[in-house]
């Protein structure tokens, strides 16, 4: 086949036929499909788009959740040459308005007849007019859609009759249509779900993709033999998902749908080899972890947490003797021979203590499943902390950076060179500069934007060349809008966000990632937003976990009407709050790193009764300016010397 991509599907069929691919769970039972019928059911649903004429280059509307159908009609569209145009079946109707007008979409897919309904409202009469046919994956009464669009919608059982006749009539279809597909037509608009302003459509074609496939597919390790096992959370639309899924296609990965709510019990099912997840899933496990530990015998306690800080010095020395460091500045030789000399020592002195742990911590492995050999973790900053315990304890957690506007892989790290705190080193055939101000480019240690070249960097915004211009230049250097910097042996490491950054009125500049970070490793706080532009001091949004809030309040003698308002969200008894700043404050300080101007004087606890469309993206990262324009007032009276509502 022309497209390397397409041709994954079959070409692991034609090797493994009969190797499950996919697994999901119904009310009823449990089912799957293996690779020969995976393929199968690719070369029926594109014959099946193809009568009902869909076409090359029509953009399609494909707002449908994780499942079988979603990449069984990924690659369908993606033979005929259509533009796939997807997000989850949760998007808000008016979002998706917006994404299917934008997009000049003339194909709907939707996952249920409630779903198509749930869009009248939102979808202008023009909208209608201009979509061709409307499919819907789910079973359903046609009788309940209305008259005006009962003609053109078509439930995907029918449809998939409908392409198994079709198919028969011409069985080397996808074939023949493989001819005329180009590696640089778009193949995918995705629009951003981003965590400021209206989303813009990032074109993609097969050529970006098929750079993460070849580039990162080595990186996951994934043993084509062994058929191995992943279990999925994460939406198939998102970038990070998408390009995961068709490396592990290409190497005969099986994939079981979970959701968030059966996520841990399917890792203690399925058993994984290899996972990728988001940096608020591990937190959730280390906040489950602390508290685990939390309950146990103070010697046992203690014991297990000096196994975990042994194993982290002899981790870090062994990665330091192989060249997996990070250093900010250049060293001098003896500088270099006295550190050498120092993780040596370390290796050989805490190296029983790190053969002690692989057995003491099996039973923590086992609640992943116990065999998991590899955790990716991307889409979000991986505070170091998390870094370090879980490589500690004996899980895998290897860090990885990207964008929708590069498919989305740039950098990571890899198994044999998982140096903690860092972002790892660029993708192959990838070029990766950090510039400064004044464009020049930054010294080891300096701090500037991260700009990126590569066969994986998209065309363009659809319809947006003014922010096609913004961010990409003539010659294909994008600029991420990420701050980095570079170690002394070449790592990178991702600092934060440009337009983030905090200048307060002293002309102090602040990245606000690393000080939330640091704020989550509380047990109290799930989330954290640090505010004060052209102030005087930074503050911080800090999302309390009511469950701990809870156990607080009883140590401390209190009701939870003492503790939390009924229909306010903010949480103001003056003893829990003086205990929060504290815990903030031993966290924010000199000792863990923190300059004097980047301590927290001033907290706005509130309920964290945060959700995905609203404070959080798909992949659970905070939306910025949405959690200051919902607590903006309380921020505001503080800042302008109102002291009603908060502490001063």
Same mark, same amino acid.
């Given at each position: 086949?022309?497209?390397?991509?397409?041709?994954?599907?079959?070409?692991?069929?034609?090797?493994?036929?009969?190797?499950?691919?996919?697994?999901?769970?119904?009310?009823?039972?449990?089912?799957?499909?293996?690779?020969?019928?995976?393929?199968?059911?690719?070369?029926?649903?594109?014959?099946?788009?193809?009568?009902?004429?869909?076409?090359?280059?029509?953009?399609?509307?494909?707002?449908?959740?994780?499942?079988?159908?979603?990449?069984?009609?990924?690659?369908?569209?993606?033979?005929?040459?259509?533009?796939?145009?997807?997000?989850?079946?949760?998007?808000?109707?008016?979002?998706?308005?917006?994404?299917?007008?934008?997009?000049?979409?003339?194909?709907?897919?939707?996952?249920?007849?409630?779903?198509?309904?749930?869009?009248?409202?939102?979808?202008?009469?023009?909208?209608?007019?201009?979509?061709?046919?409307?499919?819907?994956?789910?079973?359903?009464?046609?009788?309940?859609?209305?008259?005006?669009?009962?003609?053109?919608?078509?439930?995907?059982?029918?449809?998939?009759?409908?392409?198994?006749?079709?198919?028969?009539?011409?069985?080397?279809?996808?074939?023949?249509?493989?001819?005329?597909?180009?590696?640089?037509?778009?193949?995918?608009?995705?629009?951003?779900?981003?965590?400021?302003?209206?989303?813009?459509?990032?074109?993609?074609?097969?050529?970006?993709?098929?750079?993460?496939?070849?580039?990162?597919?080595?990186?996951?390790?994934?043993?084509?033999?062994?058929?191995?096992?992943?279990?999925?959370?994460?939406?198939?639309?998102?970038?990070?998902?998408?390009?995961?899924?068709?490396?592990?296609?290409?190497?005969?990965?099986?994939?079981?749908?979970?959701?968030? +709510?059966?996520?841990?019990?399917?890792?203690?099912?399925?058993?994984?080899?290899?996972?990728?997840?988001?940096?608020?899933?591990?937190?959730?496990?280390?906040?489950?972890?602390?508290?685990?530990?939390?309950?146990?015998?103070?010697?046992?306690?203690?014991?297990?947490?000096?196994?975990?800080? +042994?194993?982290?010095?002899?981790?870090?020395?062994?990665?330091?003797?192989?060249?997996?460091?990070?250093?900010?500045?250049?060293?001098?030789?003896?500088?270099?021979?006295?550190?050498?000399?120092?993780?040596?020592?370390?290796?050989?002195?805490?190296?029983?203590?790190?053969?002690?742990?692989?057995?003491?911590?099996?039973?923590?492995?086992?609640?992943?499943?116990?065999?998991?050999?590899?955790?990716?973790?991307?889409?979000?900053?991986?505070?170091?902390?998390?870094?370090?315990?879980?490589?500690?304890?004996?899980?895998?957690?290897?860090?990885?950076? +990207?964008?929708?506007?590069?498919?989305?892989?740039?950098?990571?790290?890899?198994?044999?060179?998982?140096?903690?705190?860092?972002?790892?080193?660029?993708?192959?055939?990838?070029?990766?500069?950090?510039?400064?101000?004044?464009?020049?480019?930054?010294?080891?240690?300096?701090?500037?934007?991260?700009?990126?070249?590569?066969?994986?960097?998209?065309?363009?915004?659809?319809?947006?060349?003014?922010?096609?211009?913004?961010?990409?230049?003539?010659?294909?250097?994008?600029?991420?809008?990420?701050?980095?910097?570079?170690?002394?042996?070449?790592?990178?490491?991702?600092?934060?966000?440009?337009?983030?950054?905090?200048?307060?009125?002293?002309?102090?500049?602040?990245?606000?990632?690393?000080?939330?970070?640091?704020?989550?490793?509380?047990?109290?706080?799930?989330?954290?937003?640090?505010?004060?532009?052209?102030?005087?001091?930074?503050?911080?949004?800090?999302?309390?976990?009511?469950?701990?809030?809870?156990?607080?309040?009883?140590?401390?003698?209190?009701?939870?009407?003492?503790?939390?308002?009924?229909?306010?969200?903010?949480?103001?008894?003056?003893?829990?709050?003086?205990?929060?700043?504290?815990?903030?404050?031993?966290?924010?300080?000199?000792?863990?790193?923190?300059?004097?101007?980047?301590?927290?004087?001033?907290?706005?606890?509130?309920?964290?009764?945060?959700?995905?469309?609203?404070?959080?993206?798909?992949?659970?990262?905070?939306?910025?300016?949405?959690?200051?324009?919902?607590?903006?007032?309380?921020?505001?009276?503080?800042?302008?010397?109102?002291?009603?509502?908060?502490?001063?």
């Amino acid at each position: 086949m022309k497209s390397p991509l397409l041709a994954v599907p079959f070409e692991t069929a034609a090797r493994y036929p009969e190797r499950v691919s996919h697994k999901w769970k119904t009310r009823e039972k449990t089912a799957s499909k293996t690779y020969g019928e995976f393929a199968h059911t690719i070369r029926i649903l594109t014959a099946g788009f193809k009568a009902a004429g869909i076409i090359k280059d029509d953009h399609v509307g494909f707002f449908v959740n994780n499942r079988f159908e979603w990449i069984s009609t990924d690659f369908a569209l993606m033979a005929l040459g259509a533009v796939s145009v997807p997000r989850g079946s949760d998007t808000a109707p008016k979002e998706i308005e917006f994404i299917f007008h934008h997009s000049d979409s003339r194909h709907l897919i939707v996952e249920n007849v409630q779903q198509l309904l749930s869009l009248i409202d939102s979808f202008t009469d023009s909208d209608w007019e201009r979509c061709a046919t409307i499919y819907v994956v789910d079973s359903g009464d046609k009788a309940l859609v209305p008259e005006r669009l009962a003609k053109k919608t078509r439930f995907y059982d029918e449809l998939l009759v409908e392409g198994e006749a079709a198919l028969q009539l011409e069985p080397e279809l996808l074939e023949k249509l493989d001819e005329h597909i180009k590696l640089d037509d778009t193949m995918t608009i995705v629009y951003t779900s981003g965590t400021t302003g209206n989303p813009k459509g990032v074109m993609l074609s097969h050529a970006n993709f098929i750079q993460n496939l070849v580039a990162n597919t080595p990186r996951l390790g994934i043993d084509i033999e062994k058929a191995e096992t992943t279990v999925l959370m994460l939406p198939s639309w998102h970038v990070y998902e998408r390009a995961f899924e068709y490396c592990g296609i290409s190497t005969g990965l099986t994939f079981v749908y979970s959701s968030a +709510g059966r996520f841990a019990a399917d890792l203690l099912a399925e058993k994984p080899e290899v996972l990728i997840s988001v940096p608020r899933v591990w937190e959730s496990v280390h906040q489950k972890l602390i508290k685990a530990f939390s309950e146990m015998p103070s010697g046992k306690r203690n014991l297990v947490l000096a196994f975990i800080k +042994g194993n982290q010095i002899w981790l870090t020395s062994s990665l330091y003797l192989r060249g997996c460091y990070i250093a900010l500045h250049e060293r001098s030789a003896p500088e270099k021979i006295l550190a050498a000399v120092g993780h040596s020592l370390r290796f050989v002195v805490y190296f029983p203590i790190h053969k002690l742990a692989g057995i003491l911590f099996k039973s923590l492995r086992e609640k992943v499943g116990g065999r998991l050999r590899l955790a990716t973790c991307g889409a979000g900053s991986l505070p170091k902390y998390l870094d370090e315990l879980f490589n500690a304890v004996g899980i895998t957690l290897v860090n990885a950076y +990207g964008m929708t506007e590069c498919a989305p892989g740039i950098l990571s790290r890899q198994v044999n060179r998982n140096t903690f705190g860092s972002t790892g080193l660029p993708f192959d055939n990838t070029e990766v500069e950090i510039r400064l101000e004044d464009g020049s480019i930054a010294g080891t240690g300096e701090k500037g934007i991260l700009f990126v070249r590569g066969p994986q960097v998209m065309s363009g915004y659809y319809k947006n060349q003014k922010a096609t211009t913004a961010v990409l230049a003539p010659d294909g250097w994008l600029n991420t809008g990420d701050l980095a910097v570079r170690s002394e042996n070449g790592e990178y490491i991702i600092v934060g966000r440009a337009k983030d950054t905090i200048v307060l009125m002293g002309g102090e500049n602040i990245e606000p990632e690393p000080i939330e970070d640091k704020l989550k490793e509380s047990a109290y706080i799930d989330h954290a937003v640090v505010v004060g532009q052209d102030q005087k001091q930074i503050s911080a949004i800090v999302a309390i976990n009511e469950e701990e809030l809870m156990k607080l309040a009883a140590e401390l003698k209190l009701s939870r009407n003492e503790v939390i308002t009924e229909g306010s969200a903010s949480i103001e008894n003056d003893i829990v709050y003086n205990v929060l700043l504290k815990e903030v404050g031993s966290l924010i300080s000199k000792e863990h790193g923190f300059k004097p101007f980047e301590r927290i004087t001033k907290i706005f606890p509130v309920l964290n009764d945060f959700s995905v469309g609203k404070e959080l993206t798909q992949t659970l990262k905070v939306k910025r300016k949405f959690v200051e324009e919902r607590f903006n007032q309380l921020v505001d009276k503080y800042f302008k010397g109102d002291t009603k509502g908060g502490k001063k």
